[in-house]
């Protein structure tokens, strides 16, 4: 059996702006800080034999924040990454929101994309086949692995059930924890989008 402690990172600059960050890489916030604080503080009891993260620094500084408490330093994947928004980063939501088509069509439709940017089947494939490679690598043990919510959402989807297009009725929060046990090929959901662990916490709410 392989244990996932999956977490996606706490709050960035960005998020806090409600811009959309893709493969951009602006730093945690202050919030985002004290947010990757507590989920050390929760995972601190957990036997952690490795842990993953993305490139990203929102990611890695998250995960580094749980490494602290193992003795652990971050393995950094690029294939955990944010899905590329291409045109999109770095613009706020409000504003993309502003143009419907686009964004009903971003919401709906798994297979469109902004120019530049990478769809909903590609990010799967890279996130999926990261997480393959990690539950691979550590049969009988605990790993855990900081990503995006793209990612985590889309690893969701599959886990549920859910086709893609359900991709954005998936919630997962900044800072949460989702376990994940793997026994051979069959996956069980242990714990999904827990967050009490920053409820006290102020941060900005946002999809992204």
Do not use: K
Request: glycine content about 8%.
């Amino acid at each position: 059996m392989v244990r996932l402690l999956l977490v996606r990172h706490c709050q960035s600059t960005w998020n806090s702006q409600g811009r959309i960050q893709g493969q951009q890489d602006p730093p945690l916030s202050a919030e985002g800080e004290a947010q990757a604080r507590a989920i050390g503080e929760r995972l601190r009891a957990e036997s952690l034999s490795a842990l993953y993260c993305s490139d990203l620094a929102r990611s890695y500084d998250t995960a580094q924040a749980i490494g602290a408490f193992h003795d652990l330093v971050a393995v950094r994947d690029r294939d955990l990454r944010e899905r590329g928004y291409g045109a999109w980063e770095g613009q706020r939501l409000a504003d993309l929101m502003a143009n419907t088509a686009d964004w009903e069509q971003h919401r709906h439709n798994p297979q469109w994309a902004p120019a530049g940017a990478e769809n909903g089947p590609a990010l799967y494939q890279r996130t999926q086949a990261a997480l393959r490679r990690i539950v691979h690598r550590h049969e009988g043990e605990t790993a855990a692995v900081v990503m995006h919510g793209g990612g985590l959402r889309m690893y969701f989807c599959h886990l549920f059930g859910l086709t893609l297009e359900h991709y954005w009725q998936v919630n997962v929060a900044h800072a949460s924890l989702s376990i994940v046990d793997w026994h051979d090929t069959v996956p069980t959901l242990i714990l999904w989008n827990d967050s009490h662990h920053v409820a006290s916490i102020p941060a900005a709410s946002t999809i992204y």
